[in-house]
Nanobody, 130 residues
Framework: EMQLVESGGGWVQAGGSLRLSCAAS????????IVWFRQAPGKEREGLSC????????YYANSVKGRFTISSDNAKNTMYLQMNTLKPEDTAVYYC???????????????????????RGQGTQVTVSS
């Protein structure tokens, strides 16, 4: 069974940091790009970052560029989203998702903003207080 499990969410004061983890199982990690996106109540889903495990290409939304960093530990089949200088507007449920990119080169810079995925995790809540 292909599965993604997020962890690391929680409550933090504005200006603080959190690191989200996304543990993958049941599929070939290197064949997929991992996308992080968030959903806040009353707002549209927002693609935040993307990392293709096949070619290392990345994407960051303007809203998080310079504050968030995506990374991967292929030995552990785990992706991370380091979030620094958090703001109240970052409050949302955060999801990691996987998109098969075997036949697609340079996927994340071209398509990372679209939040395309084949399956996703259950989400983890991030709350940033002012």
């Amino acid at each position: 069974e292909m599965q993604l499990v997020e962890s690391g969410g929680g409550w933090v004061q504005a200006g603080g940091s959190l690191r989200l983890s996304c543990a993958a199982s049941g599929f070939t990690f290197g064949d997929y790009a991992i996308v992080w996106f968030r959903q806040a109540p009353g707002k549209e889903r927002e693609g935040l970052s993307c990392l293709s495990n096949s070619d290392g290409s990345t994407y960051y939304a303007n809203s998080v560029k310079g504050r968030f960093t995506i990374s991967s530990d292929n030995a552990k089949n785990t992706m991370y989203l380091q979030m620094n200088t958090l703001k109240p507007e970052d409050t949302a449920v955060y999801y990691c998702a996987a998109r098969n990119t075997v036949a697609i080169s340079n996927y994340c810079p071209a398509y990372g903003h679209l939040v395309e995925y084949d399956f996703r995790g259950q989400g983890t809540q991030v709350t940033v207080s002012s």
